[in-house]
Antibody, heavy 119, light 113 residues
Framework: EVQLVESGGGLVQPGGSLRLSCAAS????????MHWVRQAPGKGLVWVSC????????MYADSVKGRFTISRDNAKNTVYLQMNSLRTGDTAVYYC????????????WGQGTLVTVSS | DVVMTQSPLSLPVTLGQPASISCRSS???????????LNWFQQRPGQSPRRLIY???KRDSGVPDRFSGSESGTDFTLKISRVEAEDVGVYYC??????????FGQGTKLEIK
């Protein structure tokens, strides 16, 4: 069974850092494009970042470029999102998702992990 | 960025009646391979999004056939032939053609009248 399980969310102060994890089972992350998408409380969906299947390219939304880094550990079949210089506007549920190709986008989603940036 | 505009934003529907959600893109979504990468997602209350439709009209595995997608130029439509109670939630369109700048519509909240 395909599963994506996010973890690592929590409360952090503005300017702080957090690393989210997305543990995959039922498939191999290196066979897919892996995405992070966020949803602020009561708001819509916003794409954040993705990593292509061969691991050669990472992409980011302008709002997080230079602050967030996506990576993966093939041995652990896990994808990460390192978030630095966090702002109150980064408060959201962060979803991990997989897709076959770049154009397909995020297709199969995990249950999400909540990040709250507040003093 | 490509802007995806959904309407209506709120959709009260009587059980058993049809429902229709519109999504308009600010640019063509035809990709270089000839496909149109327009997806529809359903987000039930308290759940993560689930993809229902990909490439405009292809249903994902397990999606009831009362859900269908269509297009007319840069206008896209999700139709539910007969709304059931389990269809309550928020529906989003999303374009992947202009990756990596994926963009979603604002969401349409479907509720039972």
């Amino acid at each position: 069974e395909v599963q994506l399980v996010e973890s690592g969310g929590g409360l952090v102060q503005p300017g702080g850092s957090l690393r989210l994890s997305c543990a995959a089972s039922g498939f191999t992350v290196s066979d897919y494009w892996m995405h992070w998408v966020r949803q602020a409380p009561g708001k819509g969906l916003v794409w954040v970042s993705c990593l292509n299947s061969d691991g050669s390219s990472t992409m980011y939304a302008d709002s997080v470029k230079g602050r967030f880094t996506i990576s993966r550990d093939n041995a652990k079949n896990t994808v990460y999102l390192q978030m630095n210089s966090l702002r109150t506007g980064d408060t959201a549920v962060y979803y991990c998702a997989r897709g076959w190709t770049g154009a397909e986008g995020p297709a199969w989603w995990g249950q999400g992990t909540l990040v709250t940036v507040s003093s | 960025d490509v802007v995806m505009t959904q309407s209506p934003l709120s959709l009260p529907v009587t059980l058993g009646q049809p429902a229709s959600i519109s999504c308009r893109s600010s640019q063509s979504l035809v990709y270089s391979d000839g496909n149109t990468y327009l997806n529809w997602f359903q987000q039930r209350p308290g759940q993560s999004p689930r993809r229902l439709i990909y490439k405009v009209s292809k249903r994902d595995s397990g999606v009831p056939d009362r859900f269908s997608g269509s297009e007319s130029g840069t206008d896209f439509t999700l139709k539910i032939s007969r709304v059931e109670a389990e269809d309550v939630g928020v529906y989003y369109c999303m374009q992947g053609t202009h990756w990596p700048m994926y963009t979603f519509g604002q969401g349409t909240k479907l509720e039972i009248k």
